[in-house]
C-alpha cells in the first residue's frame, strides 16, 4: 500500500496557516504502465491499466484533499 504525506502548510500575512492541496497526474509511460503521482509526495503503485491508475489518483484526491489535473492523464 501506498503511503501519503501530509499536505504543505504555509502561513498568510495575517500568520493564518493555509493547507496547500497537491496535485494528482496519472502517468502513461506505455502499455501496461501506468502510474498516479501526486504533489504532496504521494505515488501509486505501477498499474497494468491505466484505468487503475486514474482510480488510484481520484481515491488519493477524495482522501487527502487533493486536486485532480486536468487533462489527468499525461504521456511521460
Known amino acids: 500500500m501506498c503511503t501519503s504525506y501530509p499536505?504543505?502548510?504555509t502561513s498568510t500575512?495575517?500568520?493564518q496557516s493555509v493547507i496547500e492541496p497537491g496535485l494528482v497526474v496519472v502517468h502513461?509511460?506505455?502499455?501496461?504502465h501506468s502510474y498516479a503521482?501526486?504533489?504532496c509526495g504521494w505515488s501509486g503503485?505501477?498499474?497494468l491499466l491505466k484505468a487503475a491508475a486514474c482510480q488510484d489518483a481520484?481515491?488519493?484526491a477524495?482522501?487527502?484533499?487533493?486536486?485532480?489535473?486536468?487533462?489527468m492523464?499525461?504521456?511521460y
Open 13 to 15: 500575512a495575517d500568520g
Open 58 to 60: 481520484w481515491g488519493h
Open 28 to 32: 502513461r509511460v506505455g502499455i501496461g
Open 7 to 9: 499536505d504543505e502548510v
Open 73 to 75: 492523464v499525461v504521456a
Open 62 to 71: 477524495v482522501e487527502n484533499r487533493c486536486v485532480v489535473a486536468y487533462p
Open 37 to 39: 503521482m501526486c504533489s
Open 45 to 47: 503503485s505501477r498499474r
